[in-house]
């Protein structure tokens, strides 16, 4: 998370060049990962707010991660 990914820096360079595998805008997240029907965060380029230092224990870590379960879709969460 405080070393930032690709998609976070240059995803939308896509946009630019067709040939980048960025992103589309159709990516999302669950908005509750413990919740199936919880509804989807769509990405977008209109980031008001990014936590300039998120936790740095394990326990944040892996909840920035994976939120309440093992399946990577923590990042809205």
């Known amino acids: ?16 060049n067709q040939e ?12 509750l990962t413990d919740d199936p029907s919880s509804p989807g965060v769509l990405i977008s380029d209109d980031s008001e707010f990014v936590d ?7 326990q944040a870590i892996r ?3 994976f939120g309440s379960n093992d399946t990577m879709n923590g990042f809205a969460q």
């Open 20 to 31: 980048i595998d960025g992103l589309t805008g159709k990516e999302s997240n669950p908005f």
């Open 52 to 58: 300039a230092d998120p936790g740095h224990s394990f």
């Open 63 to 65: 909840e920035q991660i």
């Open 1 to 16: 998370m405080e070393n930032r990914s690709f998609d976070h820096i240059r995803g939308w360079l896509k946009r630019l």
